[in-house]
Nanobody, 124 residues
Framework: QLQLVESGGGLVQPGGSLKLACSPS????????IGWFRQAPGKEREGVAC????????HYTDSVKDRFAISRDNAKNTVWLLMTNLKPEDTGVYYC?????????????????WGQGTQVTVSS
């Protein structure tokens, strides 16, 4: 399995913004679709936003549409997740995953390489 590294999490007030970054430790991202997933305490990991290898296709879960934006720069070997208008229900550990197969959105079974996660807490 390949190792990814997430960064950018933290504590933010409701309505605030955070920008997460996902970078690999020892491989190039341009061969992989990348997805951001989150896991809240006591809940299953869910797909939040995913992007194809070229960046031409994206998928968002309904609860984050119009608030989150996923983007990638293959030259910088990084994928970002810009999160705006954050809500308490966005709290959780955010993971990025890599999928070398044809893009299938945020189907979690397709992603087989993961990072260690970064904590996002939305609270006043």
């Amino acid at each position: 399995q390949l190792q990814l590294v997430e960064s950018g999490g933290g504590l933010v007030q409701p309505g605030g913004s955070l920008k997460l970054a996902c970078s690999p430790s020892e491989f190039f991202l341009n061969n992989y679709a990348i997805g951001w997933f989150r896991q809240a305490p006591g809940k299953e990991r869910e797909g939040v936003a995913c992007i194809s290898r070229s960046g031409g296709s994206t998928h968002y879960t309904d609860s984050v549409k119009d608030r989150f934006a996923i983007s990638r720069d293959n030259a910088k070997n990084t994928v970002w997740l810009l999160m705006t208008n954050l809500k308490p229900e966005d709290t959780g550990v955010y993971y990025c995953g890599a999928d070398q197969k044809p893009f299938s959105g945020c189907r979690i079974q397709a992603y087989d390489s993961w990072g260690q996660g970064t904590q996002v807490t939305v609270s006043s």
